[in-house]
């Protein structure tokens, strides 16, 4: 069998590891070194360049259904859970708390919520929206697990690495939202992110009451196709009397985005979060928009012309 192995960034060094192994058992095995952002990011392209007749992809679980023979492989990460008894003493006064982490340290929820449970906490573990497929998982884009519960709990404990998750799900809740990082070694509540993000996406908006032209970015990977979201945007700008151009890459590059001039702003629907972090806002010459913040901008510019 003829096949493709894709892995994140932090796994491929296992990539030797794995080749070598299903080259034993008989397979001509082929390694993509491109960046993924996840399973909403497959190599489908080089696999179907080489005629491969599988693409395992590692670290994340499936996203959505492709034409195209995948095999996913989740990579499971046994986190110490020593800072629990440290983040209790963040949680007191809050007796309901919904949990969150990423696919790698789901398999270890059950343990979390039975050291909560002993320690007098009543523990939720939400649904996601779809694209994660297990309950109390959260990627970039579906933040299910936590929304579904903001509203029976007292706060939300996100436990993993980074904050790149956490994040997307502090900014779609309204409860407390505590994080605890076992690598980093690390507990602290980052609910002044919903404030800091509130005030950017405002000035964004409001900086933007003279644009007149925008540039709507559309990825091409298989997650994050929205061609549909980004014909209807255009038609809501060029009603607007401004002008709406659909940009269309892979992956975007920002010097390949600061490169392409004329645009007053661009307009996300690829992946949710871009525009968002702050790496990318610091690297955007120009702002970039939530579909949601450009129909505040043609609203307000309406109001404007009143």
Do not use: W
């Not at 003829?2 to 491929?12: A, M, N, V």
């Not at 003279?210 to 709507?216: C, H, L, M, Q, S």
């Amino acid at each position: 069998m003829r096949i493709l192995l894709q892995f994140p960034e932090g796994l491929k060094q296992k990539a030797l590891e794995y080749s070598k192994k299903l080259e034993s058992e008989g397979n001509e095995v082929f390694i993509s070194v491109s960046p993924t952002f996840g399973a909403c990011d497959l190599a489908l392209d080089e696999a179907r360049a080489i005629k491969a007749d599988k693409l395992v992809h590692f670290g994340h679980a499936e996203f959505h259904h492709v034409d195209f023979n995948v095999e996913y492989v989740p990579y499971e990460i046994d986190a110490p859970l020593d800072l629990l008894p440290k983040s209790l003493e963040y949680l007191k006064g809050y007796n309901t708390i919904g949990l969150v982490t990423t696919i790698q340290h789901v398999h270890q929820l059950d343990a979390i919520k039975d050291f909560y449970g002993k320690n007098g906490k009543k523990v939720l573990i939400g649904k996601p929206y779809g694209f994660a497929k297990r309950n109390g998982q959260i990627l970039g884009c579906d933040v299910g697990s936590a929304v579904s519960v903001d509203r029976e709990v007292d706060a939300h404990v996100y436990f993993g690495g980074g904050m790149f998750h956490p994040l997307g799900a502090l900014l779609n809740t309204k409860k407390p939202f505590l994080v605890v990082e076992p690598f980093a070694n690390t507990v602290r509540f980052i609910d002044d992110y919903r404030e800091k993000y509130r005030k950017s996406s405002r000035g964004k908006v409001l900086s933007l009451l003279d644009a007149k032209n925008f540039g709507i970015l559309v990825s091409t990977k298989n997650g994050q196709y929205n061609i549909n979201l980004a014909k209807i945007l255009k038609n809501s700008i060029e009603k607007a009397g401004l002008t709406g151009e659909i940009l269309v890459a892979n992956t975007f590059d920002f010097v390949s985005l600061n490169n392409t001039r004329g645009f007053d702003a661009f307009v996300n629907t690829a992946c949710p979060r871009i525009g968002i972090d702050d790496d990318d806002a610091a690297r955007a010459s120009i702002p970039i928009l939530t579909a949601n913040e450009l129909m505040q901008v043609i609203s307000m510019k309406k109001e404007l012309a009143h």
